[in-house]
């Protein structure tokens, strides 16, 4: 009979580890899964660069995307829609935000390349969705991108044939301190 409670104790023991660490990798899934996304450009994840290699011969396009997620009360767009660059070229745009409510209100960025496979090769130098942003009542600001196409897009077989890469952004909204004054 001791036995029988024993097992039936080491059993729940095991049953209760397990559920722990089921919800231990639930919760780290979303930050690891970006960890990963941001180290290889998988799903279209631009990576981190410090300087670009410079130009080289050749042009690609880039295209500018805006979005604002429900419960943001924000105006968000690319100052300029597209632009053509060299691969490895510096390149500096810039989207404006403007707050459309009478109180600040915080929000960050998520971002996505597309097509996917090009992700690996759009490189941010600088980016506004690396950190929240808090805007004031009213307030319209210009956010800076610096990023480059890495060269190796045209030596790659599966991106050589790309003319056009499109950059994507979504605000989401964020309650700080700053934000529910």
């Known amino acids: ?3 029988a409670i024993d ?5 729940a023991l095991m049953l209760a580890l397990l559920v722990a660490g089921m919800v231990a990798l639930a919760f780290a899934s979303v930050p690891l899964y970006r960890l990963f996304c941001q180290v290889t ?3 279209g994840t631009p990576l981190r660069a410090q300087e670009a290699p410079g130009a080289v011969a050749g042009v690609v396009g880039v295209r500018f995307d805006a979005n604002v ?13 597209t632009i053509r660059i060299a691969p490895g070229e510096r390149t500096q745009i810039a989207y404006r935000a403007t707050n459309l409510v ?3 209100t915080a929000g960050t960025a998520t971002f996505n390349v597309s ?5 690996k090769y759009f490189n941010k130098i600088e980016c506004f969705c690396f950190s929240e942003q808090t805007l004031k009542g009213g307030e319209t600001v210009d956010m800076p991108v610096v990023f480059f196409v890495d060269p190796k897009l045209r030596e790659d077989p599966d991106t050589s044939h790309i003319d056009e890469i499109t950059l994507s952004y979504t605000f989401y909204p ?8």
């Open 7 to 11: 097992r039936n104790r080491r059993t």
């Open 115 to 119: 097509p996917a496979i090009a992700g």
């Open 1 to 3: 009979m001791n036995l």
């Open 174 to 181: 964020v309650e700080t301190r700053t934000a529910a004054r």
């Open 102 to 104: 009478a109180r600040p």
């Open 41 to 43: 450009g998988f799903g």
């Open 69 to 81: 997620s429900g419960g943001l009360p924000w105006r968000f767009e690319p100052v300029q829609r």
